[in-house]
T-cell receptor, first 117, second 110 residues
Framework: EAGVAQSPRYKIIEKRQSVAFWCNPI?????LYWYQQILGQGPKLLIQ????????DSQLPKDRFSAERLKGVDSTLKIQPAKLEDSAVYLC???????????????FGQGTRLTVV | AQSVTQPDIHITVSEGASLELRCNYS??????LFWYVQSPGQGLQLLLK??????LVQGIKGFEAEFKRSQSSFNLRKPSVHWSDAAEYFC????????FGQGTTLQVKP
């Protein structure tokens, strides 16, 4: 079974530039998460989708970050304009939702390491 | 609001020694609890999970964790640590959304 695919693996940009990350979840997984992981910290949830609807985006800095999940499959996360403090690893994860939350195990991609200079 | 606390930022143990990593959660009802491991440059890998039932759960790589409702804890244990266990360990809870603790870095001395 293919895992969660993310691209690119690494990205270096200058501050005020824009950047986009792509995620392809495991086939059939309805829930998709984007996390930001700053060095030395735990992953911070940015946005959670169920199919193509947003479940939670309370910690997404909406003035510069945006995310979409077209057709409930692939997702993109965009930052525009980037700031130095956006340097982090951006992780995508997916899970198979079912009644009773039995299958809430999340599978993670390798992440995209973003460096803003 | 749900939250997870990992009190120990960094732990060093000798190879072959036992290990316990602490995790405390904050949530009104019984949450779903997880332990993930992250090796350098890698994504997160699930070690074990607790949904309900037996409070002692077994995971991969010889890890186990015990859910204690009275202490709001879900500590991770391993009887004998191997050098390859050196990594970052994250406790997480799922009550509608998956929230992680700050992580504990495990260093293993030869």
């Amino acid at each position: 079974e293919a895992g969660v695919a993310q691209s690119p693996r690494y990205k270096i940009i200058e501050k005020r530039q824009s950047v986009a990350f792509w995620c392809n979840p495991i086939s059939g997984h309805a829930t998709l998460y984007w996390y930001q992981q700053i060095l030395g910290q735990g992953p911070k949830l940015l946005i959670q989708f169920q199919n193509n609807g947003v479940v939670d985006d309370s910690q997404l800095p909406k003035d510069r970050f945006s995310a979409e999940r077209l057709k409930g499959v692939d997702s993109t996360l965009k930052i525009q304009p980037a700031k130095l403090e956006d340097s982090a690893v951006y992780l995508c994860a997916s899970s198979l939702e079912s009644r009773g939350w039995v299958n809430t195990e999340a599978f993670f991609g390798q992440g995209t390491r973003l460096t803003v200079v | 609001a749900q939250s997870v606390t990992q009190p120990d930022i960094h732990i060093t143990v000798s190879e072959g020694a036992s290990l316990e990593l602490r995790c405390n959660y904050s949530y009104g009802a019984t949450p779903y609890l997880f332990w993930y491991v992250q090796s350098p440059g890698q994504g997160l890998q699930l070690l074990l999970k607790y949904f309900s039932g037996d409070t002692l759960v077994q995971g991969i790589k010889g890890f186990e964790a015990e859910f204690k409702r009275s202490q709001s804890s879900f500590n991770l244990r391993k009887p004998s640590v191997h050098w390859s266990d050196a990594a970052e360990y994250f406790c997480a809870t799922h009550t509608g959304k998956l929230i992680f603790g700050q992580g504990t870095t495990l260093q293993v001395k030869p």
